[in-house]
């Protein structure tokens, strides 16, 4: 069964400039997360989706920060314009159900340099 | 509000030695908790949760956590560390009814041959 994918896995961008990641969550799982990981910090959700509709976008910083779903498989999170605090790494999950006992599956991540 | 505290961002221990990763969390009713693991450049992998029921759990590679109550924790532990476990390890609490995931600030264990 293939994993959790995720593009692109490194990017280096300057200030102000826009960035898109891509995740393509495991078949089937209609949730899908994306999480920021900051450096020496645990991941935390910006926003959640539930086939293709918005569950949390709660801490979803949406002056500069937008997510879709559209078809309620892939997902692209975009980021304009981006601040140096954005450094991050980028983190897509899935599962199958929306259940607090659901285990999340992780991509290997999409790392974010702002300069 | 609910929140996750992991003591000691860095635990180096000897190879074949026990590991123990702390993890306490701060929760108005019990929550599920969970353990994840994260290898240079990977994404996290799960471990082992807690729901309900054996307060005692078993997870992969190994490792295993018990859930006490009384003390708000959950911590992790191996009886012999070996190379391979060698990454950073998350401790997360989902609250029930609730959608978000709350990691701490996660571990990084070295094993020192």
């Known amino acids: 069964e293939a994993g959790v994918a995720q593009s692109p896995r490194y990017k280096i961008i300057e200030k102000r400039q826009s960035v898109a990641f891509w995740c393509n969550p495991i078949s089937g799982h209609a949730t899908l997360y994306w999480y920021q990981q900051i450096l020496g910090q645990g991941p935390k959700l910006l926003i959640q989706f539930q086939n293709n509709g918005v569950v949390d976008d709660s801490q979803l910083p949406k002056d500069r920060f937008s997510a879709e779903r559209l078809k309620g498989v892939d997902s692209t999170l975009k980021i304009q314009p981006a601040k140096l605090e954005d450094s991050a790494v980028y983190l897509c999950?899935?599962?199958?159900?929306?259940?607090?006992?659901?285990?999340?599956?992780f991509g290997e991540g999409s790392r974010l340099t702002v300069l | 509000a609910q929140s996750v505290t992991q003591l000691g961002s860095h635990v180096s221990v000897s190879e074949g030695a026990l590991v123990l990763l702390r993890c306490n969390y701060s929760s108005s009713v019990p929550p599920y908790l969970f353990w994840y693991v994260q290898y240079p450049n990977q994404g996290l992998q799960l471990l082992l949760k807690?729901?309900?029921?054996?307060?005692l759990v078993k997870g992969i590679n190994g490792f295993e956590a018990e859930f006490k109550k009384s003390e708000t924790s959950f911590h992790l532990t191996k009886p012999s560390a070996h190379m391979s476990d060698a990454a950073e390890y998350f401790c997360?609490?989902?609250?029930?009814?609730?959608?978000?995931?709350?990691f701490g600030t996660g571990t990084r264990l070295t094993v020192i041959p």
């Open positions: 807690y729901t309900t029921g054996a307060t």
């Open positions: 997360a609490v989902r609250q029930t009814g609730a959608n978000n995931l709350f």
């Open positions: 999950a899935s599962s199958l159900v929306s259940s607090n006992t659901g285990e999340l599956f």
